[in-house]
């Protein structure tokens, strides 16, 4: 077998699960992007979406989606995209996008603006501290009403870290995926 081969196989293989949850999984995420006012958020956002229009200004808290199928007559994948505009200035709007139903798929994409290094600290403070504290109080609720699910997020969040560090019973893992981007770096260098 070829390595393209082995990596339909894989597919397949996924795409044959009976479990629903797991086929949400699959087939749907949500992604929040956040960071610097004037950042690139939406830049980013548009060429992930292979949108070739210009990016405005986000007023508040904007949601786009993108569908795409894997294969010709296969279900379509569903990414929601949200976008928070205006820095740290609206971050209380971090609690829409983020609910108890689309937890188990949700991830964070924190855009920073590196063309304004005395910004970057507190923004991503900021931001991400907001985040924690709404993901944690989601996970709490959910302790009670779904402790599989609760417990599953926490779980797949202590996987991720590296179980032979020194460090590793102090280490606080962020609750759910992050990615940092750090954009502008051609006017920063």
């Known amino acids: 077998d070829t390595l393209w081969d082995l990596a339909i196989a894989e597919v397949e293989k996924r795409e044959n699960t009976d479990d629903d949850a797991k086929h949400m999984e699959v087939w749907e ?109 989601i996970l709490t609720k959910l302790e009670k009403t779904n402790p599989e699910v609760a417990a599953e997020i926490k779980q797949r969040m202590q996987n991720n870290l590296q179980r032979d560090h020194p460090d590793y019973e102090l280490v606080d893992p962020f609750p759910i995926p992050l990615l940092i981007i750090g954009s502008k770096y051609d006017i920063f260098h």
Not at 106 to 132: C, G, H, I, Y
């Open 29 to 137: 995420k949500s992604l929040l992007f956040m960071g610097n006012k004037n950042g690139g958020k939406t830049t980013i956002l548009l060429r992930c979406l292979e949108r070739g229009e210009v990016p405005k200004p986000t007023l508040a808290l904007e949601y786009t989606f993108g569908r795409r199928a894997r294969r010709h007559n296969t279900r379509k994948d569903v990414a929601h995209f949200w976008e928070l505009g205006g820095g740290t200035s609206l971050q209380e709007l971090i609690q829409i996008p983020i609910t108890s139903n689309n937890i188990r798929s949700f991830a964070v994409v924190l855009v920073l603006d590196l063309s304004k290094p005395n910004e970057l600290w507190t923004t991503m403070e900021k931001l991400l501290q907001v985040t924690r504290n709404h993901t944690n109080k």
